[in-house]
């Protein structure tokens, strides 16, 4: 288990705060490159449970957020017909971070730099509970899916690979 940093509070977390969503933090060692497997294992739920926050970008380079399962994978040509966009692609590590204000596997939803359309998996509204990244990297908020979409308003989508 991940040593509880002294002040865990991030963008994110204030952006929660200031929204009133109920969560609690969850922490472990970051494995660089080790995605939600890594998260979900060392935190003992399952993978499905762990979503996972990608910037992507369309053709005009405009940028986008896809919340998805960490367990699955997005296909980009049916993200790009829901979004009513030609293509979509993942961003580069620099160019996602200059987006959301968020180093490259802390990259939160809540509390971006730039405000980004913000797209969902439908189905991680199943799920009682969710686990997702709270702003830095090797710590996780859970909170009820319902909230992303009290505060951040998703275009839902079925995307899931």
Same mark, same amino acid.
């Given at each position: ?49 762990? =979503?996972? *926050?990608?910037? !992507?970008?369309?053709?005009?380079? /405009?940028?986008? $957020?896809?919340?998805?399962?960490? +367990?699955?994978? =997005?296909? *980009?040509?049916? !993200?790009?017909?829901?979004?009513? /966009?030609?293509? $979509?692609?993942?961003?580069?590590? +620099? ?67």
């Amino acid at each position: 288990m991940a040593r509880r940093p002294s002040h865990s509070e991030t963008p994110a977390t204030q952006f929660l705060k200031a929204h009133g969503v109920a969560y609690t933090e969850h922490f472990y060692d970051y494995i660089e490159k080790g995605g939600t497997a890594a998260s979900s294992a060392a935190l003992g739920v399952p993978e499905h449970a762990v =979503v996972k *926050t990608l910037v !992507m970008e369309d053709e005009d380079a /405009r940028p986008l $957020i896809v919340l998805m399962h960490g +367990d699955r994978e =997005v296909s *980009t040509k049916g !993200m790009a017909r829901q979004a009513g /966009r030609k293509r $979509i692609a993942p961003c580069r590590p +620099d160019v996602a971070q200059r987006y959301s204000g968020y180093q490259v596997g802390g990259t939160s939803p809540f509390g971006t730099r730039k405000p980004m359309p913000v797209y969902m998996q439908r189905s991680i509204l199943e799920l009682p509970r969710i686990y997702i990244n709270g702003g830095r990297r090797g710590f996780l908020v859970c909170i009820a899916p319902e909230e992303i979409v009290r505060t951040l308003a998703p275009q839902l989508v079925e995307a899931a690979i």
